[in-house]
């Protein structure tokens, strides 16, 4: 409802094509759709960029599969995040269009209506260990399914330091950059220290003792040295994709 | 030190332009100059884009005289952040062409060697209240030295939501939005609902009990429900800005 | 044992009508009934207005038949909140007549001693995400119970901010809101900007990273920049139903 | 903004008796007045039952004066918390007709305009120990403000039970009870464990060691074993009193 | 160990009746036996008054055999806590004499050795709630295999505080109180406030939300505005019994 | 009010020697005396064995001198704690009889009012360095207000462990022993383990870095691998003695 | 590649023995082979003198697998660290060569390939108690594959403090100490104070309540009051192992 | 008293040159000399290579004067560490033979028994930024009073990873490496991973929001994902200089 859509109702109603209580109406009701207790956006999309994606985490299987229902007659992607495999198994019973990804635990559905191309270049991922896979598998599908181009160097923690140096030219090409890490959470410092894109630190629950749950790694990305660096929350490969993609659209 | 300007000072090498000692001392040489225990990276802004700012919290005056006497030599701005209005005055003394925003905290010089626009559009600033104006004076200020164009809302703070609402199409044409808030920190997770921009979320130290610190908002703001919306660290207006600053740069 | 109570006793003693041991006796007996090592506390809905409610958490389901037993045969409804399904079928074996809520978690039984409408109006009760759903249904449960009549707004959170907005109205004629949260808990700040009736707070442990437990958004309420806001435990529906219903009883 | 007031404002367009810019304009303008970087927000005493206050702790006191002259020339009472009396002396010799409370930390006038008896009862306000009292006055002085009876208990802490158990029938008879406690924050479950009342428990940074700053007493308070209590922030007189006249609030 | 053992065996030396290496030996061997990779402390009776007691959570069945088999020769009950259900069955294969308590999760042996009357007087052990029972046997059944006597208050929390005031009597004879409680743990506070024993508080770790792990009970224990009171971790009812035993052992 | 007085009062009102209403009264009236705000209890000392003790970090020099005039008339030793020397000099001008201890930061009077021997033995205080001190005065001075016998040993932390070893005896004598510890707080530990009577550890806020506030010593006392131990709060020297008092107190 | 190396590589160059090409490829090729999505990094032993150790908590079986195989082909040992006997199980059916230590969570093989001694002298192990064996193993085991002689010291906790006193040669004579303690970790503090060799701390997760994860444990290390003691993460045996190592290490 | 001391003595006894009684004396004397409530230990040196040192900290400069008096007579080095300014001033006044060091907060004396080299190699000394420079300042001097060669790498942090890579040839010809860093505390990592040497991690309060305090940085460091690497506490320059003296000791 912007403003020349409203400029035009209220012209209608002053010439008299539309009635009072239509207008009335019309400011009142937005486009959402109840499912059970359930309230769909399906207007997000217009309103952010991003369309309603499921949060699967605290969800019983019957809810996904109600809500997923609804989604699946609607022109968009289908996207369900944090989704065990076993709740994945029971909501495929229901709805076998669906595709499961075991390592970024994610239902998708509907390819055909990925965006074309959305964006003005390359999202690079960045993982500093092999356990931060799964976040960055996440990451990177939600990518793909908003209709972004991605790259990934992967297993390149600061431990090892001639190992992210190498892939510079890549970092320094890139519109914006994801850096997934883990444990002390040092390599998004360095990464922004080697490029002019933006970085998107995402910080791991990988780790034990103090590092267990992620903090030590939150903690590492939000006092970084190095500026041109904002962080998302621990594990969330989701959120830094939907940051990424604002970031990258082309508008 | 790019590939092209290695392979030239390899060629050189094997023309026998230059001897084998130069070659090794370049390889190993940076552009780094010491001030006494300081190295300045006055390459910075060619890595990153971003020039080196000084971060005057933990220096003497002392030790702020030297760096900047040396960096006013330089073809560069001046910046110093979280410098007190005793510590400013002292350095003021010794460098008179600086000039004090106390309400930033922040030392500025060299005022011609501001960038052109450097931007494809408009950063807006958003705060939540007006206790959270030094933390946007520092984001504005430092974009302002960067050489991007921004927009500012100020006050608007979820408890009277309509402040906010009413300023939508702001939102939307803006390139990126920083938003500043304290307490609660609720402010970006609404932004970040009816834009399409990247938000980048600052929460502030304003608050008491359980909200001194900031942490508050910190949390608010890693754990918002609205995707498309990173975080800095707290009362980082700087970082902020820089952020900004990187998705808002034409390549 | 008020002071008309404790005059007339005095009195009868002046009298000679009872005897000195029986008053000392009555001052030093209350209405409590021991249960093995539990004492149950019949009077306490005449002296506070709710009836003896039990926490099942820690209670094992032999603990719950012994306490449920001699709670069936008085004069009050029979409420155990935070029973798992696995003991509500135990504790059933023994009392058929309790009825589970799984949602909720919470065994019933005594319904015909539902009070007549205890309150001066309506409950209102909202949840920002579906997730909240089994917080929502222990408040609104227990109100039901207490004889109060309850509404509820669903899938409301601020991410989507049109959704609470457009029911105003009913927030407005509320004589007390209950709002229930997860993730950055930043909805009952916007309620609470918008109704005159008192808003209770409800963080609830959805949310994963730093979100997880709750914590971020207790802070949240916590620090809420609106006024006549309070808060309860994270997933507390309970206490926020205990405190909706001692707001809204007629006197 | 209410439906009354669109309706009547869209058959005027309908009427032509007004511009379709004027509607327009009208539908996007609030009552919002801005003084300089501030947005005062007139009409939230309309929609919320409480005026504008202002939390005068992270604002200069040149932003005060600014902000206190314009709200001293509108028909409302005049309250602003978390004056220190340094500042509160600065602004009060621009604004002589102030009064400074100096326990209570707050700055009034307008006194003419505090509002006839707003409630249906008493609000009784109780503290533990006399280290409690200011956060006590501050809950006093807004509700005296917002039109209020007030009645106080002191000094009633559980070291001594039988200080608050001598008071049982004035706190039997409120409409709603403040409890103010530091240290281990205890007194409130025992007062909601004897009235019906609902109970709003204020935890203050009184204490040291692991008391400090107030956490111990919010903890206690959260996780109170008596139902009927809600909690606001750690010495946060200001949300107490809101919240207590939201409930005592005759509609 | 002590001096009159010293002054004797260095006159042996002196007289010549003992070796030199015999003495050098002595001075340095010190009665403790090793089981594998355990060292028991069978002294430890001598100098602490409290015999050694096993700590099972952390060790294997197989370790536990070894351990108890080893101490059941001796002249010492066999005390072993925090045993699982599950362990302890697996243990008695081979240890047949022991008796499982299961709900103080305590092993326990060789009662001939349990020693007469060793208090002054009697050890009350006080409840908050029924969920607190755990805890409190443990607590009771290592005071009994020290040789104390015990009384029990159970379930009798603050929320009906006058549970707790009609057993004055009772808490005003003992020695020393335990009280046991977890949520807000304010009971220790109203006993140390009308009683001169001293109070020891022991947190456990029953609650939700932020009472989770039973932090809330422990601050406010730590925290008390009665003197008289000192605490021990949570849940930790073996440390409260060997204080109260230490305090009220005759000398 | 114990039972004898109870049974004499009713037989009184019986017989006819007393009125029914002074009986209420009498039933009704505690013995607290109100000092404006603030409720004396000059019972405790009966009760619990502690004189009323003024806490002085949170009260104006006005408040104490008010409190400590009334409790100067009293048949008790006056003792104020946490008073700091500024405080202190103001205090005196208006009551002159009181004594300033600096290292303790306590106020005292009426020392003809010291009660005699009070204890069946000796308190020992120990403390691991002199930067305890401070805490250690706090806690000797109040024993020897209370009428207990102590004896000190100071600067015997573990990192020198022969220098606590040497004192093993003067360890074994006592009836109760007082440590106080900063930074890790391992000596409790090593004191529990050597001597048979109780100990009340005291954590200090005596540190650094993560030693900052002195939880790292709390929670070293907390766990602590010896039985035979409590903790109270950081820094509470006065409440450690009050827990000693209550121990070696003779009945 | 050092500079001997390099020197050598650019003379070839000057000499037309190599190609540019030749030289920008080494200059740029790092030795780190690509299994997957993993990067091998077989260099690290020259750089760091510790060899390529897999981390096997978060991996799956299936990526141990493919890891495993490609180190066994090199001249190295190959140890994995924190793998469960359940997922061990399953890597030795595709690597038989394999050896599980159940006690340490280790996997190794190629023991042909375990250097000679490699130390100056002997690095002790010590443990407070029974429960820290698992991470004693860790450190142990790792300590053998990397060519270090070991000795050990368990169950020597600060509660029987005669147990460490009576090694003190043992610990003397060490060219590093290990001390392994949960709890309140306070014997690495009393090892410290009586040798001068370095002591490196390693707090365990055993404990519960305040104790439970190890934070209680790690404090007083990181606050002890001896000097000549480092501290690595919560249960990290093998950061342990590594550091002592690298102390232990002949140059 | 080491064992060949033990021996003599005894055989003077068997021998009857000595009396019972001094045996019995020495055996019980240990050489502390008490300084009113002090204990110094000089024979510490002998025990641990680290002399007695003073933390200033918490100490009165009146107490300061006393123990250096005595230690001025002493053969060995005066270290305090940990004095502000003006307490130093105020200890030079009746002490002048100290010369006091600003920037690291240490007071001085006795230089002529600085000891001749003790150490096998050199202690190199890195910074992250010129922040951290009091704090290596602690740590230089410690190391020169102890008798150790150091070298200083300064303002290295990972921002431009090219500075701490230009010197890798000193890193790797160190015996022992200090690395002090604050903010995210990335810099250990990166050069535990270029270095053989062991590293000692010091964590710095350089920083603001979450980093404030330092513990952003310490967490960092625990989690590093290179090992080889230990850490000490926060701030804490003279602890990472004795360790590094215990590591550099030739024997």
Do not use: W
Not at 169 to 181: D, F, G, M
Request: proline share 4%.
């Amino acid at each position: 409802m912007n403003e020349t859509h409203l400029r035009k109702l209220l012209s209608s109603l002053q010439d008299g094509t539309v009635e009072l209580e239509q207008v009335l109406n019309q400011l009142q009701r937005l486009p959402i759709e109840a499912v059970n207790r359930h309230q769909l956006d399906h207007h997000r999309s217009l309103r952010t960029g991003i369309p309603e994606v499921i949060f699967g985490q605290n969800k019983s299987s019957q809810q996904l599969v109600e809500i997923i229902k609804r989604m699946l007659e609607q022109p968009t992607v289908v996207l369900a995040t944090r989704v065990s495999a076993e709740k994945a198994a029971q909501v495929r019973q229901h709805c076998p269009q669906l595709r499961y990804h075991p390592e970024a635990g994610m239902l998708t559905a509907n390819d055909r209506h990925i965006p074309g191309d959305q964006g003005r270049g390359t999202v690079v991922i960045t993982t500093a260990g092999s356990s931060d896979l799964p976040v960055a598998e996440e990451a990177r599908l939600t990518l793909h399914y908003l209709g972004h181009q991605v790259a990934c160097i992967h297993d390149a923690g600061v431990a090892g330091i001639h190992r992210i140096l190498s892939r510079v030219n890549t970092l320094q090409e890139a519109t914006v950059v994801i850096v997934i890490a883990g444990m002390e959470g040092a390599l998004p410092s360095v990464v922004a220290g080697i490029t002019a894109a933006p970085v998107i630190g995402v910080p791991t629950s990988v780790g034990y003792g103090t590092g267990a749950g992620g903090y030590s790694a939150l903690l590492g990305m939000l006092n970084s040295c190095s500026p041109g660096l904002a962080v998302v929350n621990i594990d969330n490969g989701f959120g830094a994709a939907c940051m990424a993609a604002a970031i990258n659209r082309s508008r």
